[in-house]
């Protein structure tokens, strides 16, 4: 199929793929780095064309019910925001997974905490990756790298989402969000038609036939029994993510003595540094994560085995570092560096970090 | 023991609607939800919307609206009703997405999403149900407590220095643009289901002419809450929160009715 | 190739659209390229400023702190960004408004005196456009038919009528752009 060319923020790319993919919903609050999301769909005015609903809510408590209930009759619908905003969802995060139901939420998240900055950080790692909100529960985190994979990742969220009848969340940050870059857009698909909802999510709430039982969408079961049983059918999902959903890209790996562990903005800069690494003779690769959860743990342990060092690469205190180190269970040194805050690090920076604490260290 | 020679068609006087499943109720006797889930139902089947009815149930006593209504269902979080209906009704406009809340749920933490999806005229029928306490965690003090109230968190009695006033949201909602019928009623008597019925019946026929907004607060009581036998209730229910929240209609075809 | 370039001015001055030009030209000329502005309160109406990159390898980091080219339209922007600088690089400067000019010594410093010209000429519009063309003089990093294409991409179709104008404001940037100190 023909690709078209455009040159794009990465905000805007969500709210083009959300309108290419089909979506029928976004909800949203204005936030600093992310307002352009909901000003291109507003401007786009997709509700005359594809049909796709947009609304502006009076909070990021309200845009993320409005999903929930989006969701619950089976409509593909997201929201988008930036830290604080997201932190303002998590209730509505948890209650779309304990009632496992399919939506996509982008963070472009800013430094922290409390209203912090709003420049760039991924210091929202825990929360996206460790629940957020309440309970036992995980959500499918995307961490795009370039405003392609902002657009990319929206189809791709939508696909394990209702897959997996799952929160997605794409974890981006104010770099990713406001650079605009070449984007190759696809074809519109078109929004799924009520006979093709009534069949792909005959769970949905949209209204009941005389010949099915009323379906009830809750994430609560006062019989503890149950919901245990609850718990353990979700346990058992995201197993079955980790086993076949989690996604990587190797880079410069083959011949390397140590290696990066980094996402998003954070994995471009130590591609530079590589770069830079290789042009001092050291030889040095990058493990970049696209799935956050689930965490490429298995590539993790066999990179451990086989490298002198690894250095975790991520704007903030050090929140990815944990699960790297989890994953390569002290077979190799796992440092950690990253600037925070708003701060982005340079590739020089990362360069000299993995000389200090891991070459010389 | 059923006789069959009574149970026959000729001798049918009342039949339990089919929009009520037949679950067992969890309601206290006396208590007003299961008479106003019964209206709520027998408008839908009235009207034959059952296959276009979606109820977003709370959080509180009627928490468990999803397995008495058989309709589809969706259980919200606290307060977030209004918000989860506007999302059902913009994108199926042709439905009947209705809330079913009480006090705590609309006037307390849900006032946010009460309010703005009242102000944006949204298609929705809202079911309110004022019984001035919260009755599923135990008998706390909601919004709509009134003054001198013994509560759980107000045992001495509710004062305006702790906690200020009782919330009269229903007048207040009446106030913005995007509401079109803002009614009081109450299920205390046989005459005053009969109204409240044609009330809920009024709200979800503005929904099919799709003109914003339609709020029916049926003032109820809660005998376990307020410690008292349902009779006394509904006896206290008429002198104390009938002069605070009076009976009528507020708001009709968008425009206030003058007292 | 990589050119790395900062452009910097008040709020107004068209310098985000100057880059989005210029990284639209890039991308019809089949280069890789990015824009990043600064964001958030700095729009409102004091400095603004944009880094672009083109390519001809995919670009590992958008965000960089040292640039071979500075395009500078005001003294805060040139107090903030001479220094960042790559040593043998490119700082060009519009010299309206700027009373400490540049005083490096290992860099090539230009000048284009834009505003005085544009008001000269009654192209206040196109300003920016003289900037640009006195860039690509120093630095040919996108031909003058991409240039064409890319106005014709990031501009709006309303807009379109003002090509030719855009284009004239190119060429005058080239003809104007004087050598303050080459290496």
């Known amino acids: ?361 | 023991m059923f006789n069959p020679d009574i149970i026959k068609p000729e001798n049918l006087v009342y039949e339990k609607t089919n929009v009520l499943t037949d679950a067992i109720m969890h309601y206290c006797p006396g208590c007003g939800h299961g008479t106003t889930h019964r209206i709520v139902a027998e408008v839908i089947e009235e009207m034959g919307i059952q296959d276009k009815a979606i109820c977003i149930a709370p959080v509180g006593c009627s928490v468990l609206a999803y397995n008495y209504f058989n309709v589809d269902a969706i259980g919200a979080a606290h307060g977030r009703a209004p918000a989860i209906a506007t999302a059902v009704q913009r994108m199926f406009p042709d439905r009947h997405t209705f809330t079913y809340q009480g006090d705590g749920d609309l006037a307390a933490i849900g006032t946010a999403e009460t309010i703005h999806a009242c102000n944006r005229g949204e298609n929705i029928v809202i079911i309110f149900i004022n019984n001035g306490i919260y009755g599923m965690t135990g008998g706390q003090m909601a919004p709509t407590t009134l003054l001198g109230m013994k509560t759980a968190t107000s045992p001495y009695g509710r004062t305006v220095e702790l906690n200020g006033y009782p919330l009269q949201i229903t007048e207040l909602l009446a106030e913005l643009p995007g509401t079109y019928y803002i009614t009081r009623q109450s299920v205390h008597t046989a005459a005053a289901v009969r109204k409240t019925k044609k009330a809920i019946r009024q709200a979800f026929e503005n929904q099919k002419n799709k003109k914003g907004t339609s709020l029916v607060e049926v003032v109820s009581n809660c005998n376990s809450g307020w410690k008292m036998t349902p009779v006394e209730a509904n006896k206290w229910m008429v002198e104390n929160m009938f002069v605070k929240y009076p009976i009528g209609d507020i708001k009709v075809d968008g425009e206030k009715v003058k007292k | 190739m990589t050119e790395e370039i900062i452009i910097a001015g008040f709020g107004g001055q068209g310098v985000l659209s100057m880059g989005k030009i210029l990284a639209y030209s890039g991308a019809m000329q089949d280069k890789e390229v990015s824009w990043m502005p600064s964001y958030g309160p700095e729009m409102r109406g004091g400095t603004a400023n944009v880094s672009v990159i083109i390519s001809d390898e995919r670009i590992s980091s958008p965000i960089i702190s040292q640039f071979d080219t500075a395009i500078i339209l005001n003294q805060q922007s040139l107090d903030k960004f001479e220094k960042t600088v790559k040593p043998g690089g490119v700082l060009l400067y519009d010299p309206n408004g700027v009373f400490n000019p540049p005083t490096r010594k290992d860099i090539n410093i230009y000048k284009v005196a834009a505003t005085e010209k544009a008001s000269e000429l009654g192209m206040a519009k196109v300003f920016n456009m003289i900037v640009l063309g006195a860039f690509l003089e120093v630095k040919p990093v996108v031909t003058e038919e991409f240039i064409e294409k890319g106005l014709l991409k990031s501009l709006p179709e309303r807009h379109h009528k003002m090509i030719p104008e855009n284009l004239k404001a190119v060429q005058t940037g080239k003809s104007i752009v004087e050598t303050v100190f080459e290496l």
């Open chain 1, 1 to 361: 199929m023909a690709k078209e060319l455009k040159l794009m923020k990465g905000n805007e790319a969500i709210a083009e793929a959300a309108i290419r993919s089909g979506c029928d919903g976004y909800f949203g609050y204005p936030i600093t780095p992310q307002s352009e999301v909901m000003e291109h769909l507003m401007i786009e005015k997709p509700w005359e064309t594809t049909g796709m609903v947009v609304l502006q809510a009076e909070s990021e408590t309200s845009s993320i019910n409005m999903v929930y209930g989006g969701a619950a009759a089976g409509k593909k619908v997201m929201t988008s925001s930036s830290s604080p905003g997201i932190s303002l969802m998590q209730e509505g995060l948890t209650y779309l997974a304990g009632a496992e139901l399919p939506a996509l939420v982008v963070n472009v998240v800013r430094g922290g905490p409390g209203l912090g900055t709003i420049q760039p950080s991924q210091a929202d790692y825990f929360q996206a990756v460790k629940g957020g909100g309440h309970g036992d529960y995980q959500m499918y985190v995307l961490a795009p790298a370039s405003v392609q994979e902002m657009y990319d990742f929206v189809f791709l969220g939508w696909e394990i989402a209702f897959k997996y009848r799952n929160p997605v969340m794409i974890l981006s940050d104010g770099a990713i969000g406001q650079v605009m870059e070449k984007l190759y857009v696809g074809p519109h698909i078109p929004r799924w038609t009520e006979e093709e909802l009534r069949k792909n999510a005959p769970w949905a709430s949209c209204g009941k036939p005389a010949d099915r039982d009323h379906n009830i969408i809750t994430s609560l079961d006062l019989d503890s029994a149950k919901q245990e049983l609850h718990n353990h059918k979700l346990q058992a999902k995201y197993r079955e993510m980790e086993e076949k959903e989690v996604l990587f890209e190797a880079i410069n790996c083959e011949d390397a003595e140590y290696i990066f562990v980094a996402y998003g903005s954070s994995a471009r800069i130590a591609q530079k540094a590589i770069q830079l690494g290789r042009e001092k003779g050291i030889k040095v690769g990058l493990l970049r994560l696209i799935t956050l959860f689930p965490f490429p743990k298995k590539q993790i342990a066999e990179f451990s085995k086989k490298v002198k060092g690894m250095l975790a690469v991520e704007m903030s205190a050090g929140q990815m570092v944990e699960d790297v180190r989890l994953a390569a269970e002290f077979r190799c040194p796992v440092e950690h560096f990253g600037r925070y805050g708003g701060i982005i690090h340079t590739p020089h920076e990362v360069l000299e970090a993995l000389e200090e604490k891991i070459i010389k260290g």
